[in-house]
C-alpha cells in the first residue's frame, strides 16, 4: 500500500518499506527504552501492523475523519487475509496484531513508538526545504507523538530533536 511519507528518489514510500524502515530502527533505538523487550515479538509485531492497509487503505496520521473508523476497516481486512493462512498461524498473528493495536504489550508500545518515529525521521531527512503542504506545526506533530514520551524519556528527546531539525527545515510551522 501507498503511505504519505516520500522516498529518497521522491515516490510515495509503500508499506513494506515502512514495515522494514521501523524494524531496522526498534533495533538500533532498543537500548533507549527502559524496560528489556522481546525483540522477536517486536519484529512480528512490526512486520504484521500494516497488513490491514491491504485491504482498508493508509490512514494519515492526521486525518481524524478517517482515523475514526480505520481499525475497524483493518480488522476486516486483517481477518480476510489471516483467515487465509492455516488456524493456528492465522490465530497468532492476529494476536500479534491487536496487541500491536491496543498497546497491550512493552513490546506493543516499543513497536508503536517505532511506527511512529520512522515518518518523522523520513520526513526530516527526504523533504526539501520548506516542504510543509498540510501546513502543519511543531505543537500538531508533538501531540500526535506524545504517548512516545510517557514510554521513554529518551526516545522523546529525539522526537523533540527531530520536530525541532524539521521546524529548521520548514517542515513545520
Not at 486525518?63 to 489471516?82: G, L, V
Not at 516499543?110 to 510543509?132: F, K, T
Amino acid at each position: 500500500m501507498t503511505r504519505f511519507n516520500r522516498t529518497l528518489d521522491g515516490r510515495f514510500e509503500n508499506s513494506a518499506e515502512h514495515s522494514f524502515q521501523a524494524a531496522i530502527a526498534a533495533i538500533v533505538l532498543k537500548d533507549y527504552y527502559p524496560e528489556p523487550l522481546d525483540m522477536e515479538k517486536v519484529m512480528s509485531m512490526l512486520l504484521l501492523h500494516d497488513l490491514g492497509e491491504i485491504g482498508a487503505g493508509d490512514t494519515w496520521v492526521f486525518d481524524e475523519e478517517n482515523k475514526k473508523h480505520a481499525h475497524e476497516r483493518e480488522a476486516q481486512s486483517i481477518d480476510m487475509i489471516m483467515g487465509l493462512l492455516p488456524d493456528a498461524d492465522g490465530v497468532k498473528m492476529k494476536g500479534y496484531w491487536l496487541e500491536f493495536e491496543k498497546g497491550r504489550s512493552l513490546e506493543a508500545r516499543y513497536a508503536r513508538c517505532m511506527d511512529a518515529l520512522v515518518p518523522l525521521i523520513n520526513h526530516l531527512e527526504v523533504s526539501e526545504q520548506g516542504y510543509n503542504p498540510n501546513q502543519l506545526s511543531a505543537k500538531q506533530v508533538l501531540e500526535k507523538k506524545v504517548f512516545i514520551k510517557e514510554e521513554s524519556e529518551d526516545l522523546w528527546q529525539l522526537v523533540e530533536e527531530l520536530v525541532e531539525a524539521s521546524v529548521k527545515k520548514g517542515l513545520y510551522r
